[in-house]
Nanobody
Framework: QVQLVESGGGLVQAGDSLRLSCAAS????????LAWFRRAPWKEREFVAV????????YSADSVKGRFTTSRDNAKNTVYLQMNSLKPEDTAVYYC?????????????????WGQGTQVTVSS
């Protein structure tokens, strides 16, 4: 009953910034943990960042720490991924995912709902 739709991807140059959005429909959005994952060419899907239901806690993968920030606006049922200082290795399809579990899980198997993904390509 929860639908997630990512947007904001595109083609950018190294060093540029991009903000992804994940719009959610359904109830209990404010209590859901939202995470970002990505699948790069020739790579398995990997964790990027996660944010608690209230938005007061976040955790990011080492590969993006200091460059990416996730936030949410529960009034708009939307979570964001602000990506700065983009690198070619950030090229991937980015997915948002949701779960009602406590904590800040970082594995794909812990998430119940998934968006369709949005492509981010960083030129090199």
């Amino acid at each position: 009953q929860v639908q997630l739709v990512e947007s904001g991807g595109g083609l950018v140059q190294a060093g540029d910034s991009l903000r992804l959005s994940c719009a959610a429909s359904g109830r209990a959005f404010s209590t859901a943990v939202l995470a970002w994952f990505r699948r790069a060419p020739w790579k398995e899907r990997e964790f990027v960042a996660v944010i608690s239901g209230s938005g007061d806690s976040t955790y990011s993968a080492d590969s993006v720490k200091g460059r990416f920030t996730t936030s949410r606006d529960n009034a708009k049922n939307t979570v964001y991924l602000q990506m700065n200082s983009l690198k070619p290795e950030d090229t991937a399809v980015y997915y948002c995912a949701a779960t009602s579990t406590r904590g800040l899980p970082t594995t794909t198997g812990q998430y119940t709902y998934w968006g369709q993904g949005t492509q981010v390509t960083v030129s090199s």
